[in-house]
């Protein structure tokens, strides 16, 4: 059984800087293939934020150029750093993983990613 556990939220002031872990247990190496951090702002949609697919990176355009996704395979641990964070980034992010090994439609859909962590509150003003 795949556990996600996220940290590392908080609450800081426009134009701080938060880095994000997600820490993975209970999986193979196959669940590390494709993942993802998504967020949900009150009363907003869940969106995807960045992910990692093999080698390759994905960011939502809101994103880019501010937040950076990384993977240490070898402790099956996810990260984003969010540096020039906005009120606009307020959100509670969630981390995401696909225990198949198989990268499933496009990064962004949530239906790509069969676990989730619990979620991490990040609130920036």
């Known amino acids: 059984h795949v556990q996600l556990v996220e940290s590392g939220g908080g609450s800081v002031q426009a134009g701080g800087s938060l880095r994000l872990a997600c820490e993975g247990s209970?999986?193979?190496?196959?669940?590390?293939?494709?993942m993802a951090w998504f967020r949900q702002a009150p009363g907003e949609n869940r969106e995807g934020v960045a992910s990692?697919?093999?080698?390759?990176?994905f960011y939502a355009e809101a994103v880019k150029g501010r937040f950076t996704i990384s993977r240490d395979s070898a402790k099956k641990s996810l990260y984003l750093r969010m540096n020039s964070l906005q009120p606009e980034d307020t959100a509670v992010y969630y981390c995401?993983?696909?225990?198949?090994?198989?990268?499933?439609?496009?990064?962004?859909?949530?239906?790509?990613?069969?676990?989730w962590g619990q979620g991490t509150q990040v609130t920036v003003s």
């Open positions: 209970g999986v193979g190496d196959s669940s590390y293939v494709c």
């Open positions: 990692i697919r093999g080698d390759m990176t």
């Open positions: 995401a993983a696909e225990s198949s090994g198989i990268c499933r439609g496009s990064w962004y859909d949530d239906y790509a990613y069969n676990n």
